[in-house]
């Protein structure tokens, strides 16, 4: 078994100003999605589009920004509706407090959902379309975002066997039994596979609104499987069915991609 390196959280002291690791992964996460996008309007049908109807750099450059509000905002409203709902109704003014911690990506789906909305309204596209651009270049975000909570030694998995070659003890967790490194599971599973998966899905022309649902499909698949690794939170432990909450939120995702992608195919076709 491996003993967990205990990763200094701050990357660079310069002074009174720390930079950290998980602020540098979301930096990391900001830069992907750019350069993916810039990628993206050579992908058909966008390369096609022309006149107003066409896609320039500065839509990309928009989309994150919105993006980004969509993902703080969201992130942080799931988390407190989703994981401690009785907590900030008691201490409201908390959930402003997002330097303690506590996002959901359940939540910011939601927002970025929602961003999505309004950039298609705002420029008078259709939101399939722009749902359908952005979902390729999602994954690579979600994998910095895990090698962000693996440096800060977070999110750590559940007891593994202790003959598991990677099996990794974690002494902030309170245990010295080795683990699973959960964290390095999600950046395998939801990032790194789902991202090629999805690009290469991606680069073909499909029905409006069939990417975005392989997106749907294809995250809360592999995050069902790898919450079977991952310690459920203490304060929630597993739920219902034998299930972590995790896994009771990917179930809509599945359902609802599954369904989105048949409407889409069936819409096309009338």
Request: aromatic letters at 16%.
């Amino acid at each position: 078994m491996l003993m967990y390196p205990q990763i200094d959280p701050v990357a660079l002291q310069l002074g009174p100003i720390a930079i950290h690791w998980y602020g540098l992964t979301y930096l990391a996460a900001f830069g992907l999605f750019m350069w993916l996008g810039i990628c993206r309007l050579k992908h058909p049908p966008f390369n096609r589009l022309q006149g107003n109807a066409a896609w320039t750099r500065r839509d990309v450059e928009d989309l994150l920004f919105q993006g980004v509000i969509g993902v703080i905002v969201g992130g942080r409203l799931g988390y407190c509706l989703f994981y401690k709902p009785a907590y900030y109704l008691s201490h409201p003014l908390e959930v402003f407090a997002v330097w303690e911690g506590g996002m959901s990506f359940h939540g910011g789906l939601l927002g970025v959902i929602g961003a999505m909305l309004w950039f298609a309204y705002s420029r008078k596209r259709s939101w399939l379309y722009v749902v359908d651009f952005v979902a390729p270049c999602v994954p690579t975000g979600l994998a910095a975002g895990r090698i962000g909570n693996f440096i800060n030694g977070e999110l750590w998995g559940r007891f593994s066997n202790p003959e598991l070659p990677w099996g990794m003890v974690f002494p902030q967790s309170g245990s010295m039994l080795p683990r699973h490194p959960s964290q390095i599971y999600q950046f395998l599973l939801e990032g790194v596979l789902l991202f090629v998966l999805l690009w290469i899905y991606a680069r073909k022309e499909h029905k409006p609104g069939q990417v975005a649902a392989a997106f749907l499909i294809g995250y809360g698949s592999f995050r069902f499987i790898a919450e079977y690794f991952r310690e459920p939170d203490a304060y929630l432990g597993i739920l219902s069915m034998g299930m972590s909450m995790g896994q009771w939120l990917c179930i809509p995702m599945i359902v609802g991609g599954a369904m989105m992608w048949i409407w889409a195919q069936r819409r096309s076709a009338v």
